[in-house]
């Protein structure tokens, strides 16, 4: 299932459920979150939650649809990236005293938000 070449990178699928999981059931959000932050295999859930493997699967699969689809209309998860390397960025001009630069950033930011 990991290899499959459409799903995103497992630490994008983790940002999208800090932002978008209470969005979805509570099922779906449980096999996600073992899938994905305990890192249980799909058999392994499959015993947990006494469903079958391919239920697990195609609930990794339309979970994660569910989340890259609430992402690209909402884009929560990019934007809140974007600032933090912005951030990261006008720490590092602070630290070098480049107010120049530091207040176009700023300036950068504020329309980001």
């Known amino acids: 299932m990991r290899n499959d070449k459409q799903q995103p990178d497992h630490t994008v699928v983790c940002l999208w459920l800090d932002f978008y999981g209470p969005l979805l ?28 493997r391919q239920a697990v699967h195609d609930k990794v699969r339309q979970g994660v649809k569910t989340l890259a689809d609430y992402e690209a209309k909402l884009g929560l998860a990019r ?16 630290d070098k005293k480049d107010t120049d630069r530091l207040y176009h950033q700023l300036r950068q930011l504020e329309d980001m938000l």
């Open 25 to 52: 059931t509570e099922r779906t959000r449980d096999v996600l979150d073992l899938y994905f932050d305990c890192d249980l295999s799909l058999a392994e859930i499959a015993e947990n939650l006494q469903i079958s």
């Open 79 to 94: 934007r809140h990236q974007l600032i933090k390397q912005k951030l990261e960025q006008m720490k590092q001009n602070l």
